[in-house]
């Protein structure tokens, strides 16, 4: 079936520097993929729509400066979290859709990376 | 794009079975209605879908009555490992594009 994988899975960093998170589909082709964030005891929120060879379509309130995305291929979407702050620690998961083994549109999603800035 | 509410929580004993309500009034005539499952620290996990009457598979059931205003998925003689978060999602699937946003889940506690 499809799978999305993600990259770091974990990832500690300092105040201040950037961190890359990158989302594959490994065996379909997805030319949207979905970014969510998720703080402890809450529910996803999603950040952006991202999409593959345009810029990426950001919900209100994510500040797309901040939390910059690229979609350079049909598998491979990165979600670059600039000058991050202990605020931005959380748990940032990626989606894609593809027509799985059970005949329809599914929304598989990465297994997450647990981000914590110091 | 339609929102769903669910109960925050509910708990469960081992061997029961679970059903938990999801409201979604304002579904729209191309949404289906899919349900997932995550354990914490992982991203969210299939468990079924359907657009009307009921659906079953090896792991649950889903019911959707005839105006579609509300959906029921039943977890049956739930397990430990049945412990997670249980998110309720309307959404028009056929497109790959369509955003899905979750609502705020619920979280299904099952004791011993």
């Known amino acids: 079936g499809a799978v999305v994988s993600q990259h770091p899975s974990w990832v500690i960093c300092k105040s201040g520097t950037s961190v890359k998170i990158e989302c594959r589909s490994l065996d379909f082709q997805a030319t949207t993929m979905f970014w969510y964030r998720q703080f402890p005891k809450q529910s996803l929120m999603l950040m952006a729509t991202s999409n593959e060879g345009s810029k990426a379509t950001y919900e209100q309130g994510v500040e797309k400066d901040k939390f910059l995305i690229n979609h350079a291929s049909l598998t491979l979407s990165t979600l670059t979290v600039t000058s991050a702050h202990p605020e931005d620690s959380s748990f940032y998961i990626c989606s894609a859709r593809d027509r799985g083994t059970r005949g329809f549109t599914e929304a598989f999603f990465g297994q997450g990376t647990r981000l914590t800035v110091v | 794009l339609a929102k769903t509410t669910q109960p925050i929580s509910m708990d469960s004993y081992e061997g029961q079975e679970v059903n938990i309500t999801c409201s979604h009034n304002n579904i729209a005539t191309n949404d289906y209605i899919t349900w997932y499952q995550q354990f914490p620290s992982q991203g969210p996990r299939f468990i079924i879908q359907g657009y009307k009457t009921k659906v079953t598979n090896e792991v649950a059931s889903l019911f959707i009555p005839a105006d579609r205003k509300s959906s029921t998925l039943s977890l049956p003689r739930v397990s430990l490992s049945d412990t997670a978060v249980y998110y309720c999602?309307?959404?028009?699937?056929?497109?790959?594009?369509?955003?899905?946003?979750f609502g705020q889940g619920t979280t299904l506690q099952v004791k011993p």
């Open positions: 999602l309307v959404g028009a699937l056929s497109s790959n594009t369509g955003k899905l946003i």
